[in-house]
């Protein structure tokens, strides 16, 4: 497993842009899938978007065409560009590496104003 640090997060108007970014403090390169998850207040956790083999897949279905996770394994950073948000975007992002079994970030606030 690898130690894992959002950043990015904060207050942002609805219908604006937001770039998340997670610094690992090991190789990713280890990993074939890197992820985000949110989890909004009373929610269970969901899968937004992850990266595999340099294909970003939005796993949530409001999240399909806004939201894009990449990765740059030369500095062992993963990223979710978060376009055109939402009320609904509101919630703690967390990063993880092979769908949580390769470890979790502690994770980033994004609020979302209407």
């Known amino acids: 497993q690898v130690q894992l640090v959002e950043s990015g997060g904060g207050l942002v108007q609805a219908g604006g842009s937001l770039r998340l970014s997670c610094a690992a403090s090991?190789?990713?390169?280890?990993?074939?899938?890197m992820g985000w998850y949110r989890q909004a207040p009373g929610k269970q956790r969901e899968l937004v978007a992850a990266?595999?083999?340099?294909?970003?897949?939005a796993m949530e279905g409001s999240a399909k065409g806004r939201f894009t996770a990449s990765r740059d394994n030369a500095k062992n950073m993963v990223y979710l560009q978060m376009n055109s948000l939402n009320t609904k975007g509101t919630a703690i992002y967390y990063c993880?590496?092979?769908w949580g079994a390769g470890g979790w970030g502690k994770g980033t606030l994004v609020s979302v104003s209407a």
């Open positions: 990266v595999t083999d340099g294909a970003s897949v």
């Open positions: 090991g190789s990713i390169s280890q990993f074939n899938s």
């Open positions: 993880t590496a092979e």
